[in-house]
């Protein structure tokens, strides 16, 4: 069961207690470990770590935040929240921009979020802030009703895989000291020694052809404008019935 009233804290307030205002808040305590997870990964923001960087016993950020999973929980809700994914006045291919661009930058900040599924995500104002704003873009495209959910999570699984591959490039580049464009040319001797032009003539004569360089749109942008093109018509369609 997931721990509601801590990631609903700012909709719903706990009342205080009287005595001796608390030395930390949950913010503080959120703020702390997305620091470090986000400077050494996952693994470093551990209830222990936390408590030594905001000066305190680590049985003291417990009566805060109960478990770690809590906090991870929370520590994932708070970076998607931070998207701010508000675009009033916006088209509907504006607004699946932003959401885009914002993702992307999301895990490029916080590559430990690679490390984390959102497959069963946290149920606070991260995510439902998400889900609201993809919902009410497909239906400002004019995407029937039955089918405004499938074309959110269309757009929802390609952009975040897209924007994950380039957080666990972020995650990799640091943990190793090496860019994955040095990785590659590192490894430049494959194509001259390795590779059998014979065994994959379709990647050969895609590289003769000058397809692999690395011009023009991105295969983000192609794929992207091929699934909005596809909701664009699945609102017209509606809009002639």
């Given amino acids: 069961m997931e721990n509601y009233p801590l990631l609903w804290r700012r909709s719903r307030p706990a009342k205080r207690a009287a005595g001796r205002p608390p030395r930390l ?39 805060y935040v109960p478990s770690r999973a809590d906090l991870i929980a929370l520590m994932v809700d708070d970076v998607l929240l931070a998207r701010e994914l508000t675009a009033s006045g916006k088209g509907w291919r504006e607004r699946v921009a932003l959401f885009a661009a914002r993702t992307r930058e999301m895990y490029l900040a916080h590559p430990w979020l690679t490390e984390v599924s959102l497959v069963r995500p946290p149920l606070g104002p991260g995510t439902m802030a998400e889900r609201e704003f993809l919902i009410a873009t497909m239906a400002l495209a004019g995407v029937p009703a039955a089918a405004v959910n499938r074309a959110a999570l269309a ?70 404008a091929l699934i909005l093109d596809g909701i664009a018509r699945s609102g017209i369609a509606r809009s002639v019935e």
């Avoid at 470093?44 to 003291?60: I, K, W």
């Avoid at 591959?165 to 590192?186: F, M």
């Fill in 155 to 224: 757009v929802t699984a390609y952009v975040y895989a897209f924007a994950r591959e380039a957080g666990e490039d972020r995650r990799l580049s640091r943990a190793s000291g090496q860019s994955t464009a040095s990785w590659w040319q590192e490894h430049g001797d494959f194509w001259e020694n390795w590779f059998d032009v014979e065994a994959y003539p379709a990647m050969t004569a895609l590289w003769n052809a000058g397809g692999f360089d690395d011009e023009g749109q991105t295969a983000f942008d192609y794929g992207l």
């Fill in 25 to 63: 808040s949950v913010d503080a305590v959120l703020a702390a470990a997305i620091r470090i997870a986000d400077a050494d990964g996952l693994e470093a923001a551990s209830m222990a770590r936390v408590a030594a960087d905001l000066g305190v016993a680590t049985m003291t950020l417990y009566t």
